[in-house]
């Protein structure tokens, strides 16, 4: 008990003062003000047929809670380690499924509730079947099915533990042997199994086995994280270590909320709604799915082996914040659409000719944007489906991109691809950007999808994929890119007034520069010393997305040039280093001109030009500004 931390002492707050302080306190006060309010319930005793157990101090107290982001939050003793007892039945569960899976732990263990004590002799009529994992019976029977070869059972227990918790784990070795000495009604429970068939090994062995399990040290602070991680769809919200693989977490969640506190269990769900396991060290392991895992520790039982305290900071924590797992937002669109929008106002990057936008604004509207965020779920992929359904009517072309999105659950899955399905029927088209995070769902995509499935997945990049959709209404409209000629230097808008003999001047002044697809032509940090008219082929402009993450392409596009068009003119105001990478897409022809080399007119023309090409990129931006807040 070395590392106890001092129990936090607040005045203790009275029923209403403490629901009060919930609306101004942060949940670090609130479990501060808890802890005080309960510290004083002196009901219950120490269990005392493990007598190693009896040299626990009544009152002890600790309380902490973990949330799937990993805050911990704690008051009281909430580092005092004790023996984790049957809380540990929860554990061993899922690593007996991880272990033989479910058929086969089925076969063994059932999973209904028996409403007796959890040393009873609960086993199903015939095969001896325990009742459940939850109580002594079917935990023996668990344990014993946890693998035993290269590694030993006991070494792969400690080591799960250790994923759950963060930490290395022992065992408290005299609560070991007190439970050893004494455990004969636990012996014969194991016999009986054995007499079953139900275990296969030694009942010896087995019982050995299950005491050490249940002799695990863990602190609240342990039991709060542990739970954090069931929470988090088994993964250790700190550490990031699979504790428990995500499709048996359904299963352990299962049996705690049926059966995770013995005889109290329908009590338990009804009072506080979170699955939970106790034990009879006076541990008490909470779990709201999705969202935080809660640790308590106080070891005066009631009389069905619950921790008093535990139940009570349990019964508080559901009550004052509305806790109960039954209380479940609405999964909408709402809370998945970000923000939708048509190409008519929200264009691509692509630098486009005035007959190219006109066409845009006039048609763009049958292109559609989603931006999706968040977790998709069944509610809330039906419900956005509907809405995109609906714009189907009217729209050619659907993007949705789900860079935001972090994590497809199975039915919106399996939603998104009939909706694909059915765009593909109509004959109009839909892409998935931003999925590359998305390991589930691009699979379930491409196996389904068969060959149609390369073009929803085409594009990574949402800018890219809308290029596309707008490329295609550009191209039906006729009024393709060819309608500038780049050649001629009118074309370009910092040209415009200037008499032919100064467009004479000016292509003298330059030099025609030929650059292979791929080619770079201007790098962030050159000197700015000249610009280019895009003649013919096509450039980008780009930076290195600074996005933290290594990602295969971070280069950013933030304009793709056409003929017609002009880069690196900005130096001519500041004649300082180039802010953006130019690089060649096509094989690209460019008059580069010398910002000197032009006589004084010429320039004062062409800074004129800017003036009002930037105004009116201003006005189109502030346009765009206003559309999408
Ligand atoms: N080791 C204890 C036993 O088997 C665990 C019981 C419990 O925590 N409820 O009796």
Redesign the pocket.
């Given at each position: 008990m070395a590392d106890a931390e001092p129990s936090v002492t607040v005045a203790a707050a009275g029923g209403a003062g403490l629901a009060g302080a919930l609306a101004a306190a942060p949940l670090q006060d609130y479990l501060e003000q808890l802890h005080a309010a309960l510290a004083p319930i002196a009901d219950g005793a120490l269990a005392d047929y493990i007598p190693e157990l009896t040299r626990a101090d009544p009152a002890w107290f600790g309380i902490a809670l973990a949330t799937v982001d990993g805050h911990v939050y704690q008051a009281g003793d909430s580092r005092l380690p004790f023996t984790v007892?049957?809380i540990s039945k929860a554990i061993a569960y899922g690593l007996a499924l991880e272990d033989r899976g479910l058929d086969a732990v089925l076969a063994k263990i059932g999973v209904e509730p028996t409403g007796e004590a959890?040393?009873s002799i609960s086993l199903e009529p015939g095969t001896g079947r325990p009742l459940n994992p939850m109580i002594?019976a079917g935990a023996i029977a668990t344990t014993a099915l946890v693998r035993d070869d290269e590694t030993p059972a006991l070494e792969r227990l400690l080591a799960t533990f250790a994923r759950y918790a963060g930490r290395a784990m022992d065992i408290d070795e005299a609560v070991f042997a007190s439970?050893r000495e004494t455990g004969h009604r636990?012996r014969a429970i194991a016999h009986l199994l054995r007499g079953y068939g139900i275990l296969e090994c030694s009942p010896e062995v087995a019982t050995d086995l299950y005491?050490r399990q249940?002799s695990i040290r863990v602190t609240a602070r342990d039991l709060a994280l542990m739970g954090a991680c069931i929470a988090n769809g088994g993964v250790n919200p700190v550490t990031g270590v699979v504790a428990l693989r995500r499709r048996y977490v359904d299963k352990v969640l299962s049996v705690m909320s049926s059966c995770g506190m013995y005889d109290y269990s329908g009590g338990w769900v009804f009072n506080v709604g979170m699955p939970a396991k106790s034990?009879?060290?006076g541990g008490i392991m909470a779990v709201l799915p999705g969202q935080f895992g809660l640790g308590v520790f106080s070891p005066l039982l009631d009389a069905k082996?619950n921790s008093v305290r535990g139940i009570k900071a349990c019964e508080r924590i559901s009550q004052d914040f509305g806790l109960h797992m039954f209380n479940v937002a609405r999964a909408t669109s709402a809370t998945v659409l970000r923000r939708s929008y048509d190409c008519r106002r929200v264009r691509s990057r692509r630098e486009r000719s005035a007959a190219e936008r006109a066409v845009l604004a006039q048609q763009g509207g049958c292109v559609r944007v989603y931006e999706l965020q968040g977790e998709l779920v069944f509610g809330s992929a039906e419900s956005v489906e509907l809405t995109m359904l609906a714009d189907l009517a009217h729209a050619q072309a659907l993007v949705i991109d789900m860079k935001r999105v972090v994590a497809v659950g199975a039915a919106a899955a399996r939603l998104l691809l009939r909706l694909a399905e059915r765009v593909g029927d109509s004959g109009k088209r839909l892409y998935f950007t931003g999925t590359m995070h998305l390991y589930g769902f691009r699979r379930l995509l491409q196996k389904a999808g068969g060959a149609g499935s390369a073009e929803w997945l085409r594009f990574d990049d949402t800018d890219r994929a809308i290029e596309t959709c707008e490329q295609q209404i550009v191209d039906v409209a006729g009024v393709a890119a060819a309608t500038v000629d780049g050649d001629d230097l009118h074309a370009h808008y910092l040209c415009a007034g200037l008499a032919d003999a100064d467009l004479a001047a000016v292509r003298a002044a330059g030099s025609e520069r030929r650059y292979p697809p791929g080619a770079p032509v201007l790098a962030v940090g050159d000197a700015a010393q000249s610009f280019f008219f895009v003649l013919s082929g096509e450039a980008e402009a780009w930076l290195l997305a600074d996005t933290g993450v290594a990602r295969a392409d971070r280069r950013l596009r933030l304009t793709t040039l056409g003929p017609g068009t002009v880069f690196g003119e900005i130096g001519i105001l500041d004649r300082e280093q180039r802010t953006a990478n130019v690089s060649a897409v096509t094989a690209l022809t460019c008059l580069e001109v010398p910002f000197d080399a032009l006589d004084a007119g010429i320039r004062e023309r062409m800074l004129a030009n800017m003036a009002r090409h930037f105004a009116g990129m201003l006005r189109e931006n502030a346009e765009l500004v206003g559309h999408l807040a």
């Amino acid at each position: 008990m070395a590392d106890a931390e001092p129990s936090v002492t607040v005045a203790a707050a009275g029923g209403a003062g403490l629901a009060g302080a919930l609306a101004a306190a942060p949940l670090q006060d609130y479990l501060e003000q808890l802890h005080a309010a309960l510290a004083p319930i002196a009901d219950g005793a120490l269990a005392d047929y493990i007598p190693e157990l009896t040299r626990a101090d009544p009152a002890w107290f600790g309380i902490a809670l973990a949330t799937v982001d990993g805050h911990v939050y704690q008051a009281g003793d909430s580092r005092l380690p004790f023996t984790v007892q049957s809380i540990s039945k929860a554990i061993a569960y899922g690593l007996a499924l991880e272990d033989r899976g479910l058929d086969a732990v089925l076969a063994k263990i059932g999973v209904e509730p028996t409403g007796e004590a959890f040393n009873s002799i609960s086993l199903e009529p015939g095969t001896g079947r325990p009742l459940n994992p939850m109580i002594n019976a079917g935990a023996i029977a668990t344990t014993a099915l946890v693998r035993d070869d290269e590694t030993p059972a006991l070494e792969r227990l400690l080591a799960t533990f250790a994923r759950y918790a963060g930490r290395a784990m022992d065992i408290d070795e005299a609560v070991f042997a007190s439970e050893r000495e004494t455990g004969h009604r636990n012996r014969a429970i194991a016999h009986l199994l054995r007499g079953y068939g139900i275990l296969e090994c030694s009942p010896e062995v087995a019982t050995d086995l299950y005491f050490r399990q249940c002799s695990i040290r863990v602190t609240a602070r342990d039991l709060a994280l542990m739970g954090a991680c069931i929470a988090n769809g088994g993964v250790n919200p700190v550490t990031g270590v699979v504790a428990l693989r995500r499709r048996y977490v359904d299963k352990v969640l299962s049996v705690m909320s049926s059966c995770g506190m013995y005889d109290y269990s329908g009590g338990w769900v009804f009072n506080v709604g979170m699955p939970a396991k106790s034990g009879v060290g006076g541990g008490i392991m909470a779990v709201l799915p999705g969202q935080f895992g809660l640790g308590v520790f106080s070891p005066l039982l009631d009389a069905k082996g619950n921790s008093v305290r535990g139940i009570k900071a349990c019964e508080r924590i559901s009550q004052d914040f509305g806790l109960h797992m039954f209380n479940v937002a609405r999964a909408t669109s709402a809370t998945v659409l970000r923000r939708s929008y048509d190409c008519r106002r929200v264009r691509s990057r692509r630098e486009r000719s005035a007959a190219e936008r006109a066409v845009l604004a006039q048609q763009g509207g049958c292109v559609r944007v989603y931006e999706l965020q968040g977790e998709l779920v069944f509610g809330s992929a039906e419900s956005v489906e509907l809405t995109m359904l609906a714009d189907l009517a009217h729209a050619q072309a659907l993007v949705i991109d789900m860079k935001r999105v972090v994590a497809v659950g199975a039915a919106a899955a399996r939603l998104l691809l009939r909706l694909a399905e059915r765009v593909g029927d109509s004959g109009k088209r839909l892409y998935f950007t931003g999925t590359m995070h998305l390991y589930g769902f691009r699979r379930l995509l491409q196996k389904a999808g068969g060959a149609g499935s390369a073009e929803w997945l085409r594009f990574d990049d949402t800018d890219r994929a809308i290029e596309t959709c707008e490329q295609q209404i550009v191209d039906v409209a006729g009024v393709a890119a060819a309608t500038v000629d780049g050649d001629d230097l009118h074309a370009h808008y910092l040209c415009a007034g200037l008499a032919d003999a100064d467009l004479a001047a000016v292509r003298a002044a330059g030099s025609e520069r030929r650059y292979p697809p791929g080619a770079p032509v201007l790098a962030v940090g050159d000197a700015a010393q000249s610009f280019f008219f895009v003649l013919s082929g096509e450039a980008e402009a780009w930076l290195l997305a600074d996005t933290g993450v290594a990602r295969a392409d971070r280069r950013l596009r933030l304009t793709t040039l056409g003929p017609g068009t002009v880069f690196g003119e900005i130096g001519i105001l500041d004649r300082e280093q180039r802010t953006a990478n130019v690089s060649a897409v096509t094989a690209l022809t460019c008059l580069e001109v010398p910002f000197d080399a032009l006589d004084a007119g010429i320039r004062e023309r062409m800074l004129a030009n800017m003036a009002r090409h930037f105004a009116g990129m201003l006005r189109e931006n502030a346009e765009l500004v206003g559309h999408l807040a």
